[in-house]
């Protein structure tokens, strides 16, 4: 080693060995205090109303812990520390105010002055006593025993369930899983979802209740989810080609039906047929009184009015003949038979009497 480098060593050796000089009290009075963090709770998913304590409790608990502010619900205050003392003040502010904002308007009265959380969070948890607690286990039970499908979905059905027992839970923690009061009450759960479902899942609830090995309460939802995932899709298909199907007709009604009316405006309307054009058998002349024509047409009129006009007019002898240039046409068909048969009889007697 040469003798710059040995001389570069010690000098380090030295620096290394000398003490360090504490700072001193003035130095760490003027020196500037480090900001408080500010810190946003977010509102809780219900209100505090005197009957929801330990649910409300849970919420809030959690809450705090997850902005480590957990400590101000059990803990005293650092009060041999000012600058943390000041910190917690404010903190305590914090949550006062945030609790306060999480209640009902009548609760907000009771607790409005109160000055610490620890004291605020004792007078909440007092109303969660033992009389408290089990009538809210009576109305959880209530509720839990009127709860049925209807219209919701089986993933809805059994959350809502769920979202119950997890109270009950919190009011009387489960024990020991090997215990049986801790089976029988598992085992009661899955039969009151059972007895919850629609009628539709009859058939599947009985094979549920009929195995050999009663199923757990995820293995019972898990196989009436797969069931109502089938029967979804299988009245989709269904309703698909019944949809298209009428979606079908109905255009094509509708085309009939606006080609109809395109028709009717668009086509010009028939006239009336006249009396002389339609059907004559209804008419009766008002002069002649005979049947298929009407007085304006009669021809016995216009006879008349023609042998008028020349002068020539006689009632009975323009009768016969007028009925003479009309010839058998104008003559009644009642007329005509008895004419014909008159002539067979007249022919008949004539043989008769060639014979004689």
């Not at 009060?79 to 000041?86: F, P, Q, S, V």
């Not at 058998?328 to 048969?341: F, H, R, V």
């Amino acid at each position: 080693m040469s003798a710059r480098a040995e001389r570069e060593s010690e000098e380090l050796s030295a620096m290394a060995a000398a003490p360090v000089a504490p700072a001193s009290a003035a130095a760490i009075a003027s020196a500037p205090a480090p900001a408080p963090v500010r810190i946003t709770l977010p509102d809780l998913d219900m209100k505090y109303n005197g009957r929801n304590g330990q649910k409300w409790v849970t919420l809030a608990q959690r809450t705090l812990k997850a902005a480590y502010l957990g400590k101000h619900l059990t803990e005293a205050p650092p009060m041999e520390d000012a600058y943390a003392m000041d910190i917690w003040d404010s903190e305590e502010a914090l949550i006062m105010n945030w609790m306060i904002k999480n209640m009902e308007e009548e609760q907000k009265d009771d607790y409005l002055l109160v000055n610490i959380v620890r004291d605020l969070w004792k007078e909440i948890n007092k109303s969660c006593a033992e009389v408290h607690k089990y009538f809210r286990v009576y109305d959880l039970r209530e509720q839990e025993r009127k709860l049925k499908q209807g219209s919701m979905s089986i993933s809805s059905y059994s959350a809502k369930l769920k979202a119950i027992w997890r109270e009950l839970d919190l009011l009387f923690p489960a024990g020991d899983r090997d215990h049986p009061s801790y089976i029988r009450e598992v085992t009661y759960r899955t039969i009151q979802f059972l007895m919850g479902l629609n009628p539709e899942y009859e058939v599947l609830r009985s094979q549920l209740l009929h195995r050999e090995r009663f199923p757990t309460l995820e293995e019972a939802i898990s196989e009436l989810q797969g069931a109502e995932s089938r029967k979804t899709i299988s009245t989709k298909g269904s309703g698909t080609t019944t949809s298209t199907t009428v979606v079908h007709l109905a255009k094509k009604e509708g085309q009939s039906n606006s080609n109809s009316s395109a028709a009717q405006t668009t086509a010009p309307q028939q006239p009336k047929a006249s009396p002389k054009e339609g059907n004559t058998s209804d008419l009766i002349c008002g002069y002649c009184r005979k049947p298929g024509h009407i007085k304006k047409e009669c021809r016995k009129l216009a006879w008349k009015e023609e042998q008028v006009r020349k002068g020539t007019w006689n009632p009975g002898q323009h009768k016969k003949a007028y009925l003479a240039s009309e010839g058998e046409e104008t003559q009644p068909s009642g007329k005509k038979e008895e004419d014909a048969d008159l002539q067979k009889i007249l022919q008949m007697q004539s043989e008769v009497n060639k014979l004689l």
